[in-house]
C-alpha cells in the first residue's frame, strides 16, 4: 500500500498567502523528504527532516514531523506565482546500501497572481 | 540544472520497438535509480542500483531491462512495451553511505516522456 499520502490533492491560494500540506504515512522512516516538480518535468529536492527532528525551515519552507502521528507537514510561506507546481512528500526506507523513497501523489499546488 | 540528464527527451515507439533510455549523472553519487510516472497515480520506483548492483526490483515486467555499466551511467532497455507503459521515466541518484548510516536526497533528471502506439 501507499506510504506517503499528501493532503489536499489540490490547493489554490492568492498570492502572498501561506500553504500548507500535509502527509501522512504508515510505517517508521528513517527520514521524510519533501519535493517539488513543474509540470512534466523531474523532481526536485526541497528539505529532509530526520525521524528525530521535529520541525526544519530552509527560506521560505518549514516543515515539520510529529513519528507519533506519522505525519509531516509542509508550510510555503508569502506564497508567490513560481511556487505553482506538484508538491510530494517521500519516505526513506532503508533497503540495503540505497534509499528507497516512496513517494505521496502529490499536491497539486497553484497560486494565482 | 540538477547534474543528472537524460536522453531522449521525448520518445515516441511502436510495441514491437526496442529501444533504450539513457541517463548520466555528474554528481559522483553512488546510487541510481528508474521510477516511473504515470498520470493520478504516484511515482513508482522501478530499479535501484548501489554501486553498480542491483538491489531492487520491484516487480517490473521483464520487457523493462535496467543496465548500469558504472556509476555514472545507467540504462533502461524496452522492448515489446504496451501503451499502458507510456509514461514519465525519471532517473534520479543520490549518494549513499549505508554505514554511517546517513541519508541523503535524490537528485532527479528532467525524465523521459514516453509513449507507446
Known amino acids: 500500500s501507499q506510504q506517503g499520502e499528501e493532503d489536499p490533492q489540490a490547493l489554490s491560494i492568492q498570492e502572498g498567502e501561506n500553504a500548507t500540506m500535509n502527509c501522512s504515512y504508515k510505517t517508521s522512516i528513517n527520514n521524510l523528504q519533501w519535493y517539488r516538480q513543474n509540470s512534466g518535468r523531474g523532481l526536485v529536492h526541497l528539505i529532509l527532516i530526520r525521524s528525530n527532528e521535529r520541525e526544519k525551515h530552509s527560506g521560505r519552507l518549514r516543515v515539520t514531523l510529529d513519528t507519533s502521528k506519522k505525519s509531516s507537514s509542509l508550510l510555503i510561506t508569502a506564497s508567490r506565482a513560481a511556487d505553482t507546481a506538484s508538491y510530494f512528500c517521500a519516505t526513506d526506507m532503508i533497503n540495503q546500501g540505497a534509499q528507497k523513497l516512496v513517494f505521496g501523489q502529490g499536491t497539486r499546488l497553484t497560486i494565482n497572481p | ?117
Not at chain 2, 36 to 56: G, W
Not at chain 2, 71 to 95: I, N
Request: net charge neutral.
Open chain 2, 1 to 117: 540544472e540538477t547534474g543528472v540528464t537524460q536522453t531522449p527527451r521525448h520518445l515516441v515507439m511502436g510495441m514491437t520497438n526496442k529501444k533504450s533510455l539513457k541517463c548520466e549523472q555528474h554528481l559522483g553519487h553512488n546510487a541510481m535509480y528508474w521510477y516511473k510516472q504515470s498520470a493520478k497515480k504516484p511515482l513508482e520506483l522501478m530499479f535501484v542500483y548501489s554501486l553498480e548492483e542491483r538491489v531492487e526490483n520491484n516487480s517490473v515486467p521483464s520487457r523493462f531491462s535496467p543496465e548500469c555499466p558504472n556509476s555514472s551511467h545507467l540504462f533502461l532497455h524496452l522492448h515489446t512495451l504496451q501503451p499502458e507503459d507510456s509514461a514519465l521515466y525519471l532517473c534520479a541518484s543520490s549518494q549513499d553511505l549505508s554505514t554511517s548510516g546517513k541519508r541523503y536526497e535524490q537528485y532527479f533528471g528532467p525524465g523521459t516522456r514516453l509513449t507507446v502506439t
